[in-house]
């Protein structure tokens, strides 16, 4: 498999789509914003923890830009997408943090000096993210976000972080008597591969941009060529 050919794409840069920089004001807001977002997520676990919403961040900017997205509300969205993921965790999964995270960010948007219409997009993009009911990304920005955050949970870092949260909530490494489509979630066989069969595998086929498509394509591979060896090898065929 040539991974090392995966990453080897030319991303866009800000002079590529000639995009104006951020005013002073605008860049004040997203420090602000950004702060604040890392203090929200001081305590979430190590799955969706800070480092989780830098990648985030940093795949937003290279893929908005090439989708002449409006940076200031995708970068304040990126930062701000997981900050309602406490309180889901808090609740094993029964508090959507797309829902509690869109209202906290109303919250954090309401005395910064950006216009109505741009904070509207910033919490759209947040409550939309997750994408589990009718509230479908229905901006540019709010499907760069999207599959950011979906591209994050593919591909090499989706298999360490499927692992890293299966181990957050206690669980085995495999169940190989217990098809995947039948364990429970937050459950001592929400395993890694658990979170493969049921949800992972099934990502790329929900990108929404054609960046998104392609760098899905790419991490599905290596997904795919990974669980085909971890299987074999937990059975002691290799």
Sequence with gaps: MPE???????????????GPPPTPVERHALATLREAARGCLETARGSHAWDHTLRVHALCRRMGLRAAADMVVLEAAAYLHDIGRAAQDTANGSVCHAVEGARQAGD???PLPLAEARKANIVHCIRSHRFRDDHAPATVEARVLFDADKLDAIGAVGVARAYLFAGELGARLHNSDLPPEKSRPYSRDDTGYREYMVKLRAIKDRMLTEEGRRLAEQRHAFMVHFFERFLKEYAGEC
């Design 4 to 18: 090392q050919t995966l990453c080897n794409h030319p991303s866009a840069t800000a002079t590529d789509r000639g």
């Design 108 to 110: 954090l948007l309401a």
